[in-house]
């Protein structure tokens, strides 16, 4: 079984910061892109930024300066550290990961549980 685990949300004021960890346990042989979707009340779930095993990155253009995305591939684990947040970036954001199982051929695509986070104006 595979897992990833996320924390780090919360209720924030608007300007205030937060960090976002996600962690990928179980059988897992690599893991190639790690990333992190958010989900708004009423709104499609769209990418937030991702990172690859590599440590490229990709971001939407509206978190681009404010939000960065990190990785530590010892520990399976994907941060979203969170600068100068909005009230516009409240949603329930999840940690989304391209793995390979032992035992399997191919890569899957995993999620976490999601996380709240709510910025108030």
């Known amino acids: 079984q595979v897992q990833l685990v996320e924390s780090g949300g919360g209720l924030v004021q608007a300007g205030g910061s937060l960090r976002l960890s996600c962690a990928a346990s179980?059988?897992?042989?690599?893991?190639?892109?790690m990333g992190w979707y958010r989900q708004a009340p009423g709104r499609q779930r769209e990418l937030v930024a991702s990172?690859?095993?590599?440590?490229?990155?990709d971001y939407a253009d509206s978190v681009k300066g404010r939000f960065t995305i990190s990785r530590d591939n010892a520990k399976n684990t994907v941060y979203l550290q969170m600068n100068s947040l909005q009230p516009e970036d409240t949603a329930v954001y999840y940690c989304?990961?391209?793995?390979?199982?032992?035992?399997?051929?191919?890569?899957?695509?995993?999620w976490g549980q999601g996380t709240q986070v709510t910025v108030s104006s």
């Open positions: 990172i690859t095993r590599g440590g490229g990155t």
């Open positions: 989304n990961a391209d793995l390979k199982r032992t035992g399997s051929f191919w890569y899957q695509e995993y």
């Open positions: 179980g059988s897992i042989v690599s893991i190639n892109v």
